[in-house]
């Protein structure tokens, strides 16, 4: 049973902190992260989009028996008993080209040259490789034996007719996407990718490539959110900058809500006078804010609402803290709604270089560097924060140690699982 929130003082609220696993179970009862729908698109613009129906084959893969070698086609029972010291001689009848059907017959005592690729002749069903062979004018000598089958490919030996080639599902990757072009397949079908209306708040942040005032900072969530958002499946529309002003935000969350399929947002969640987010949310459409505050270090400012059956995910302002969060909470729903598959946790185990320490009572999360020892083993050593608002926290991080809110420190030495942030490590 979820208790949603109708009166905002975040002072108060703040003190009223849900766990990051209260948080999960309310965001998936509130909002089931179901796929938004399908669209057919052109088979040059389906890579790494997610298949939405089976490709069942409409012909054979090969469509007609080819060959696989530069030879000569024959009767495989011509070259029976043929060896290198006693060879088997056949008559050249004709010659079979690449992308032209056959213009010759295979009988008995005959042959026929054939390339690579080319559709096997009728009466053929081998191929003796030139360097297997002599010719001399229109003999040709055989100083092997083949069987049936040698060196050629059988019509619908690749894929079936009828034949389910790719399921429903799955990713569409080079080799997928080579296998719908066997097929002739021209459009795909495909799963819609969720659109994700981004925008930031706050007086100090200015879009990259305007000029910087003093006091000013370029705005950095904005683009990085939009870049995990494409890592998701999601397509993301950067809305810029918003002031923090309640009837511009109002606006803004309105137009937001009403061009996507989720809304992101960052900064103007905390407890400051300029942090109106929550309250404004609140306003827009039921059940409004499910989640203001998570026990969590860094993200306990976060806040989700669901307006009208649309996800809101207000990150905090500091770009680490903004991308951690975004890992943890929206990149699973995205996910899901982009009908992704689900993920395999990608962690390794390590053991600690230093005493790591716990915000009290708040599950935390430590960047971490990795290195291998001497022994082979991964030596996991805190990426030294700073402020939370330095971006350069996480470009050096290879991941993060996930500390439950029970204990109180990992001690130095100590094995630990750790959840890597980039895919490629060693």
């Not at 040698?150 to 030996?157: H, I, Q």
């Not at 669901?306 to 909470?329: D, E, R, Y």
Request: glycine share 8%; charged share 25%.
């Amino acid at each position: 049973m979820c208790t949603y929130l109708t009166e905002l003082e975040a002072p108060s609220l703040f003190k009223k902190l849900v766990s990051l696993d209260e948080a999960k179970q309310i965001i998936a009862a509130s909002f089931p992260s179901k796929p938004v729908g399908k669209e057919n698109i052109p088979l040059e613009h389906a890579y790494n989009r997610i298949l939405a129906e089976d490709a069942v084959a409409p012909l054979d893969v090969p469509p007609f028996n080819r060959s696989t070698m530069d030879g000569y086609a024959v009767k495989a029972e011509d070259t029976f008993g043929a060896d290198e010291n006693r060879a088997t001689a056949l008559k050249l009848c004709g010659h079979v080209r690449v992308g032209e059907p056959p213009k010759v017959t295979i009988e008995k005592g005959t042959t026929a040259e054939i390339v690579t690729g080319a559709p096997l002749p009728e009466g053929a069903d081998a191929v003796v490789m030139f360097e297997d062979t002599v010719q001399k004018e229109d003999t040709v000598l055989i100083h092997t034996s083949v069987s049936r089958g040698e060196n050629l490919m059988k019509a619908g030996s690749d894929i079936h007719k009828g034949e389910t080639a790719l399921r429903k599902g799955q990713t569409l990757g080079a080799y997928e996407i080579g296998v719908l072009a066997a097929l002739g397949v021209t459009d795909v079908k495909v799963y819609k990718r969720p659109k994700v209306t981004i925008l930031s708040t706050g007086a100090e942040v200015v879009e990259p490539g305007e000029p910087l005032p003093a006091g000013k900072i370029y705005d950095i969530n904005a683009h990085a959110v939009s870049a995990a958002v494409i890592e998701c499946g999601g397509e993301p529309v950067n809305l810029g900058i918003v002031e923090d002003e309640s009837q511009k935000m109002e606006t803004t969350l309105k137009q937001a809500l009403s061009m996507a399929d989720m809304v992101i947002t960052s900064g103007g969640v905390s407890v400051g006078p300029t942090d109106i987010i929550p309250k404004v949310l609140n306003t827009l459409g039921k059940p409004g804010v499910i989640v203001y505050g998570i026990a969590i270090k860094p993200g306990k400012p976060t806040t989700v609402a669901v307006i009208n059956g649309k996800p809101v995910f207000s990150l905090p302002g500091h770009p680490t803290s903004a991308l951690m969060i975004f890992q943890l909470l929206v990149r699973p729903v995205i996910a899901r709604m982009a009908r992704r598959p689900a993920e395999k946790p990608r962690t390794v185990k390590a053991v600690t270089a230093t005493r790591m320490f716990v915000a009290r009572g708040r599950r935390t999360f430590v960047t971490v560097h990795l290195e291998k020892n001497e022994a082979g083993k991964f030596v996991a050593s805190p990426v030294p924060l700073g402020l939370s608002g330095a971006i350069t926290t996480l470009s050096k991080a290879d991941g993060f140690i996930e500390i439950h809110e029970s204990r109180q420190f990992i001690d130095a030495g100590e094995e630990v699982i750790v959840h890597r942030l980039k895919p490629n490590l060693y």
